[in-house]
């Protein structure tokens, strides 16, 4: 039916049916690719989104270090030898340096001050362990230093 057109039922006078009301019977159904394309877009949004909070936690960090050697120590100690690579060489950073055990427990940590100077530092630090320990790795760094660790 199209707009404006009659509608006659036996015994009764013709109707006329509103086009604006019931639509007309013609017409076809509209094309959903638009929703594709739209849930497309949005994927793709939601996607980038989630790649550059990734990229800004996951990145390369401003401070790092690098375990380069061990050796024990007499006492339950070990000396550990860290590269240190940072992105501001003008800022002091922390360090945290860890030993374990033989069971593969941390047994022993320290935080060394990295103090402010060339972007590569090389650095020696004592760590005091519970037990014997077997292995020494690098927690992490950061330019955030404990009031206890900054010089006066």
Known sequence: MQTGETVTTEGDAPR??????????????????????LYLVVALVVSGAITWIYYLNLGQA??????????????????????????DDSKPGVCI??????????SGRREVLVPAGA??????????????????????CSYAIPRYLSTP
């Open 16 to 37: 006329v049916r509103p086009a604006d009301r019931y639509g007309t019977a013609g017409r076809a159904r509209p094309s959903k690719r638009w929703r594709r394309w």
């Open 97 to 106: 340096v860890r030993v374990r055990d033989k069971s593969g427990a941390e």
């Open 62 to 87: 401003p401070i790092e270090a690098e375990r380069i050697g061990f050796e024990a120590r007499p006492g339950d100690a070990m000396q550990v030898t860290l590269n240190v690579t940072r992105d």
């Open 119 to 140: 972007a590569h530092s090389r650095l020696n630090t004592v760590v005091k362990s519970i037990g014997t320990p077997v292995t020494a790795d690098v927690f992490g």
